[in-house]
């Protein structure tokens, strides 16, 4: 068995079941892995100064399927999961070899008018 396969089958035993969008697609239930990055030091993922005041920007890390490609998906594409909206800050594929074995990708959680609901 391949080594994209097993990541595949460990992520479908214990992944949360997410959703991604983009424009007016929208993916069926996929299962990925969501871990929130909570030190200062290594989420640090925008070089943009905000206004003063508080800034509640919440980075996650995600790790997905070999067989969804999030590094296709435009700048407005988000991932749902439990009724959350998330954007890709970055999105990466890990190689192993000449196959692509998983997807890797830093998450902002979107809260208020950040969302692109309609």
């Given at each position: 068995?391949?080594?994209?396969?097993?990541?595949?089958r460990?992520?479908?035993?214990?992944?949360?079941?997410?959703y991604l969008?983009?424009?007016?697609?929208?993916?069926m239930?996929?299962?990925?892995e969501?871990?929130h990055?909570?030190?200062?030091k290594?989420?640090?993922f925008?070089?943009?100064y905000?206004?003063?005041?508080?800034?509640n920007?919440e980075?996650?890390?995600?790790i997905?399927?070999?067989?969804h490609?999030?590094?296709s998906l435009?700048?407005?594409?988000v991932?749902?999961?439990?009724?959350?909206?998330y954007?890709f800050?970055c999105?990466?594929?890990?190689?192993?070899?000449?196959?692509?074995?998983y997807?890797?990708?830093?998450?902002?959680?979107l809260?208020?008018?950040d969302t692109?609901?309609?």
């Amino acid at each position: 068995m391949n080594k994209a396969n097993i990541i595949k089958r460990q992520l479908d035993l214990t992944g949360r079941c997410v959703y991604l969008k983009d424009g007016e697609w929208t993916s069926m239930p996929i299962r990925a892995e969501i871990s929130h990055l909570w030190r200062k030091k290594s989420s640090a993922f925008e070089p943009e100064y905000t206004e003063l005041g508080v800034s509640n920007a919440e980075y996650y890390l995600y790790i997905g399927p070999y067989n969804h490609d999030i590094t296709s998906l435009s700048k407005e594409a988000v991932l749902i999961a439990n009724g959350e909206q998330y954007e890709f800050k970055c999105a990466d594929a890990v190689i192993f070899g000449s196959e692509v074995i998983y997807y890797t990708g830093i998450l902002r959680r979107l809260a208020g008018a950040d969302t692109n609901e309609n």
